[in-house]
């Protein structure tokens, strides 16, 4: 375990940075993770780098931020503003490989918008 650790969690636009804070290199804190807005941990650092309690605060935040992830996926899905659902249905259909896409369009045909949100949710949850 590492003595000279200090976490340091600061908010960038596109995830969590994780910065051990008591070291410097290339003088910027020494990056340890990203956390994404989905809850998907990324370490750049051995497992026993990182403090145990430390450890603990990185994973809850990664949970907190995949609850959230899922709870706003269902309001925007549950959403009567017109944009909102069609946003997010198009970002859902962004995830899906080819070869599922074709599957999804064999599956689509005649099924409401609901519907079709529904098939994209879970798959769109697993690669986010």
Known sequence: MNKNFKLGIFKFPGCYV????????????KTV???SFAGNIKYFV???????????????????????FIDD???????NDCYVKWKIYDRM?????????ADYIK???????????????????ARN
């Open 107 to 125: 599956y689509s045909d005649g099924k409401s918008i609901d519907e079709k949100m529904e098939y994209l949710k879970e798959k769109y949850i």
């Open 18 to 29: 994780i910065c051990n804070t008591a070291v410097t290199k290339n003088h910027d804190y």
């Open 93 to 101: 259909l962004d995830c899906l490989p080819i070869s599922e896409y």
């Open 33 to 35: 993770a990203h956390v």
């Open 73 to 79: 996926l269902e309001e925007q899905i549950k959403s």
């Open 46 to 68: 051995a497992e026993d780098y990182i403090p145990i309690e430390d450890r603990k605060k990185i994973e809850n935040l990664a949970k907190n931020n995949r609850e959230k």
